[in-house]
Each structure stands twice: as C-alpha cells, then as structure tokens.
C-alpha cells in the first residue's frame, strides 16, 4: 500500500458526461501528480501541483481540469467525455514535487 | 506528450538470467526513478537516484544515474517469474517539476 487513495476504483460513463476522481495524497506530502494511462500505453502527465498551486502542465484538455484543495487532496475533472478519454487515470504524490513519487492504485474510467 | 526512450520495448527472457534495460533523454535530468507496474495496478517504485553517477540496489536491483545526467540504466539480475511486468524509467528535467515518464519495458521470464 503505497499510501495514496484513489476514488472510485471504476467508473463507467456515458459520452457527453462529466465526472470527477479523487486522490488523498500520502500523509506529509504536498504535491500531487495526474497521470492518464491509455490501454497497453505509457503514462502521460496531466498536471501536477504543489500545496494547492499548479506547478506543471501536460498535455492536458481543454475539457479536463483539476485542482488541490487546503487539505492536500485533488480532484480531477472531466467534462464533456469521449470514447477516447476511456482510460486508466492515476494519482501520484511526493512530499516536495522533486522527490520521489508514490502512486495511487488509479481510476479505470470508461466512456461507453 | 513529452516521453523518454526506454529500451528494449520488451524482454523475454529464461528464469535465471540478468535483464539490462535502459532510458534516454535529450535534456538534462535531475531525478532518475524506476517503477514496476503490474496490469491493472499503479505503478511501483522501485529506486530513486539524485546525482550523475550514482550506483543505487535495491535487492537484486541496481540502478545508475548517467554521468551526462541524460541517462540511466537498471539491471536485474538472477530473474525469477515474480520479475515480470512493465518496467518505467520516470525522469524530472532540469528545469521543470513535470515527472515524465518513459515508454516501458515488458518483461516476460520463462521457467
């Protein structure tokens, strides 16, 4: 158990939907990373931020966005969802953002 | 989106034997780190390196920073089937906080 939750473990949706997934970071660290990992793919960076500020920015849509609330934990949000955005979304935190990162079991989304 | 070179692409391989595999850059990195994923399930960490040069083991493990900081490499030696998954180089630019991730490595070991 690396430490950091991901909420929910599975989510199926349709097009046009919109949905939100959550990540509570490892106790004491303040940067929290997205990662989105398409089927037999590599992990792309999404964002990344650093006690509640963006810190980095991927190739992230237009329609996908994110925050980090006081309390360290992060939503990501995707809007107007396509077949493609189906997709293993993953959550990473590292106590300063030039540390080591430690990942969350992920969200499975899929757009039906 | 912005990627490493990590090669080979996939491994197969007989229980027993050594692994090498390795990750490029054409910029300059910081942190060097190496993950495991298993499918389905986030990736693992397995070591982290900080400086040029550093030689890091984790059990049968071993890492190392490139000299140029550009590159690093991890070998596995004496593969056993628990060995087997999708290995990560991860590296962090110079001049960003982006942790970026290399295409992967599959290794299969045969009995």
């Known amino acids: 158990d690396s430490g950091v939750t991901q909420t929910p473990k599975h989510l199926i949706t349709a097009t046009g939907q919109r949905v939100t997934l959550r990540c509570s970071p490892r106790s004491g660290d303040l940067s929290v990373y997205w990662y989105q990992q398409s089927l037999d793919q590599g992990l792309q960076f999404l964002i990344q931020y650093y006690n509640g500020e963006e810190r980095a920015k991927g190739n992230i849509l237009e329609r996908f966005s994110a925050q980090q609330f006081p309390d360290l934990h992060s939503e990501l949000n995707l809007s107007s969802l396509e077949l493609g955005d189906s997709a293993l979304y993953f959550c990473a935190s590292s106590v300063t953002g030039k540390t080591e990162a430690f990942f969350g079991q992920g969200t499975r989304l899929t757009v039906v | 989106g912005q990627q490493l070179n990590q090669s080979p692409q996939s491994m197969f391989i007989q229980e027993g034997e050594d692994v090498s595999m390795n990750c490029t850059s054409s910029s300059i990195f910081n942190t060097w780190l190496w993950y495991k994923q298993d499918p389905g399930e986030g990736p693992v960490l397995l070591i982290a390196?900080?400086?040029?040069?550093e030689l890091t083991s984790n059990g049968r493990l071993t890492a190392q920073f490139g000299i140029t900081r550009k590159d690093s490499f991890l070998n596995i030696s004496a593969s056993i089937p628990s060995d087997v998954g999708i290995y990560f180089c991860a590296g962090q630019p110079r001049d960003t906080d982006k942790l970026i991730f290399g295409t992967g490595t599959r290794l299969q070991v045969f009995p």
């Open positions: 390196l900080y400086k040029a040069g």
